[in-house]
């Protein structure tokens, strides 16, 4: 790019003045950089002068202001660095794979593709295959054989349009065997923690490895679903939130899942928002000696500060000037205080500016803006306000002359302390010239207007209430007579609104001459009945006459329905009829409420079918106990009528239940019960007041039946309780229904199971075992041979029996007789127990047994890792590991050797710091070293890498052999460990 424009859009009489990092650029002493129209114009850019952050001072001679600030950056993209080619990536089928872009030094925007073998043959993206655009990595979750060729990744730069290539990575498949099925892992994976700022665009990218190949899906841990703007591509692997706002933030989660397990990553999306105003200040123009105050207010997250500026400099409170976050007042203004201030809300995600200008007005008398009409108008007999609003600064004091003669007050001529003059009652005599003189202590001016008075207008004709036909025509006439003196115009309005002659010129027309202004009305429709008024207005009066229109059509409303007699069944209705709209009304419809029911619904009467001069009926099929409301609606030739008011809310009367509960069922509980549950009547059908069940149970077999009885009409459980009830055993069981009249039916009978009794033997022969600091093994003796079943053994385990909160428990399903406990505290005594459970709860524990975890293994790998190969022998050395006070005491070492064709892996366990190891020349190694405790395993020593063509070779930890200086964990990626 050779030249560059920041825009500043000044108006003519403006000036501008640019900085760069908040120092003025001096455009004189600088050939590269020059001004047009208030843009600054950067020519032959350079990377290094011309980078940082722009603001532009406008002024002209009312004041200055600050722009918004802008910021310029260069973008750019360099080549990858010069290679043949990338080392080969050697995987087994079935395994997963990482192919690393590493992007070349950039600037701007990436995106990213991978060419295969050669162009134009790129990597389409699917459920097996997935592009990050966020690193640019490769990513097959799955490989198979027609993967192996030379992958390049390709880099290109949004803005600059550039576009570089790497060298190729050859993926070549091993020759020893398939990968076997193992559960997914995630490799692309986003933030814990995400910021996203209002109306943005949000994309989260989740893609793992994993055979068979994962699917990925997507959840908010809220449990709200997504909303359709929502949308998810690359077989689900990226997840995109458009326009992001407030209701959008939460924990986002993806889960990666084939029949081997799942595995998630979750992150939490958080709101922010710039500052945005919703209130700002307007230019203001007040007279000297006056207060001005200014408030401006933005919403933004986090809440933005204030500050003021001034022609472009802050503003601070003190004297006659007072500041509090968005407002400014100053007191007694000045001539000083004039030009232009600007608010200035801010917060980490962007500034904002409002501007406007204060003009501070010391100046004489002025009726230019407000001159008296020339000619003014007033009807004989009327009122007449004739206005006095000079231009001054300060204020000027008003007088009035008639004809050169100074006006006084009386009875009819009323002078008021703005300048207004009023006269009441006008005569003849009162036509005349009038002059208004103001004066303040700067100067003095006036301003005149002749006043005429005139006969008063009258309506000749008007229009009269008419009834007409749906698609007929008709005039509504409304004719003057008027003083010549007078202008005239005619209006007309509709239900009280005006009518709109070019919008509704299908239906209205005004028609007849100068002194008329009759209405024509074609094609009349049912919604242009009503009042139509015809408005006359003039220089001096508004004068208006009506008529009601009314269409024939469907019929109006009933009223007053009433429930005359209602039982617990039937309602007796009565009505009176709405208006027939012209047309008789042939019949009416009725409609019920409730609280039970969506809406009106239609009712079965008695008569079925009711005429239009019957005004009572009878419902039928209503349900007992229930409130009610009925509404009629009546209909003609024409068509329904609008439904009447509802009648007033009745109840119709109880009765004895008619519906028996349903869905019973139950088992479970405690010892000697007997849990019982059904699904409740609903309150629509219970049919009156003390509403209950009634509950029958038996053991299966017998013929007597013991009955319980439940007043609470929510409730849907009961647990009878005797001590004689069996352990696990059949009962005939059915519910029913009663109220206040009586009872109800009962259900069908139903067979369910007492409660089985807890495991009365606690388990035998506990030994626990400590497997690490951190980990217990506990084994017991199975319970056999009892009543009771045992369906499962619960673990208790605890610090110390003065703190509750130090008890944990781990519960297992089966004939299983050992539990690993995970997670404890190192040197840390334990009490453990163990019982048999059931559905009943756990049984007796076994006598608790006291056990310390070990002291924690170091926190240290082996340092000063030395190696080298003398033909097929590898020598070790490193530095012993020495363990703190806290900590386990090192036992010995463990050395990790993991071949890659066989991808297996050998431990060697030795009690010095070096051993001699021999490996195959025909194979590459990873080895790690870790010190071993009794508390378990220490950290891993860095992993070293031994190449079969590195036989008698030597070197430390894990650097030597690697020229490219990459990571373990890259590696690792390009190794394709799993």
Known sequence: ???????????????????????????????????????????????????????????????????????????????????????????????????????????????????????????????????????????????????????????????????????????????????????????????????????????????????????????????????????????????????????????????????????????????????????????????????????????????????WLRNGEHLITEGRIQIENGALSIAALNLSDAGMYQCVAENKHGIIYSSAQLMVLASPPSFSKSPIKAVLK?????????????????????????????????????????????????????????????????????????????????????????????????????QIAYDPALDVSFSWAFNGLLIDFQQDSDHFERVGGSVSGDLMIRNIQL??????????????????????????????????????EITDSTAQLSWTPGRDNGSPITGYIIQCRTPFTVGWQAVDTVPEVINGNTLTATVVGLNAWVEYEFRIVAQNSVGLGEPSPASAKTKTEDTIPDTAPTDIGGGGGTKSELVITWEPVSEELQNGEGFGYIIALRPVGTVTWTRAIISTPGVARYVFHNDTIPPFSPFDVKVGAFNNRGEGPFSSIATVYSAEDVPSVAPKRVIPRIVSATQIEVIWEAVSAIPERVLGYEVMYWEDDTKPDTVGKVRISGNYTVVNITG????????????????????????????????????????????SMIGSTLSLQWDPVVATEKESKVTGYLVLLKRHRYNDMNYYVTNKTSVELNLSSNDNYLIQIKAMSEGGEGLGSEPIHIHKLSMGARGSDARCLNPFNLSAALISALLCFV
């Open 1 to 307: 790019m050779d030249t560059f424009v920041l825009n500043s859009f000044t108006t003519f009489g403006q000036q501008a003045l640019w900085s760069l990092n908040g120092t003025l650029i001096d455009l004189g002493n600088d050939y590269r950089r020059h001004m047009s129209g208030g843009s600054l114009i950067i020519s032959n850019l350079d990377k290094d002068q011309d980078t940082g952050i722009y603001q532009c001072l406008a002024f002209n001679t009312k004041g200055s202001i600050l722009s918004r600030k802008a910021s310029v950056q260069f973008a750019y993209l360099d080549n990858f660095k010069t290679q043949a080619v990338r080392s080969t990536v050697n995987v087994r089928e079935g395994q997963g794979v990482v192919l690393l872009c590493g992007p070349p030094a950039h600037s701007g925007e990436l995106t990213f593709a991978w060419i295969f073998n050669q162009y134009p043959h790129f990597v389409q993206q699917d459920s097996r295959r997935f592009i990050s655009q966020e690193t640019g990595s490769l990513y097959i979750a799955k490989v198979e054989p027609s993967d192996v060729g030379n992958y390049t990744c390709v880099v290109n730069n949004t803005i600059t349009k550039e576009k570089v290539l790497s060298s190729p990575t050859p993926l070549v498949l091993r020759s020893d065997g398939v990968m076997g099925e193992y559960e997914p892992k995630i490799e692309v994976h986003f933030p814990e923690s995400i910021p996203a700022a209002k109306e943005s665009f949000v994309k989260l990218e989740c893609f793992a490895l994993g055979n068979p190949v994962p699917e990925i899906s997507w959840r908010r841990t809220s449990g709200v679903p997504f909303p359709s703007k929502v949308k998810m591509k690359n077989a689900n692997a990226v997840l995109e939130i458009p326009n992001f706002q407030q209701e959008d933030t939460g924990t986002y989660e993806c889960i990666a899942e084939n029949r081997r397990g799942k595995n998630t990553a979750r992150g939490r999306i958080s709101f922010h928002a710039k500052p945005h105003w919703f209130q700002t200040m307007a230019d203001t123009v007040l007279s000297i000696h006056q207060k001005l105050f200014w408030e401006c207010k933005a919403n933004g997250k986090p809440k933005p500060s204030y500050s």
């Open 378 to 478: 007033a009807r004989l007999g009327s009122e007449v306000t004739l206005e006095c609003k000079p231009q001054a600064s300060p204020p000027a004091i008003s007088l009035w002359k008639k004809d050169n003669e100074m006006l006084q007050r009386n009875e009819r001529i009323t002078l008021f302390s703005n300048g207004t003059l009023k006269i009441t009652n006008v005569t003849r005599s009162d036509a005349s010239n009038y002059m208004c003189i103001a004066k303040n202590q700067f100067g003095s001016a006036s301003t005149s207007g002749r006043l005429i008075v005139t006969e008063p207008t009258r309506i000749t004709v008007r229009p009269t209430n008419t009834e007409i036909i749906v698609g007929e025509s008709i005039v509504l006439p409304c």
């Open 527 to 564: 919604n242009h009945g009503g009042k139509y008024v015809c408005v006359i207005d003039t220089d001096v009066e508004s004068l208006s006459t009506s008529a009601i229109l009314v269409v024939k059509g469907p019929p109006g409303p009933p009223d007053k329905v009433t429930v005359e």
């Open 824 to 867: 404890l505290n190192s040197n840390t005594a334990y009490y453990l127990a163990v019982s048999a459970c059931n559905t009943a709860g756990p049984g007796p524990q076994s006598v608790p047994i006291n056990i310390t975890t070990k002291k924690p293994p170091p926190d240290r790998a082996p340092l000063n890792v030395q190696w």
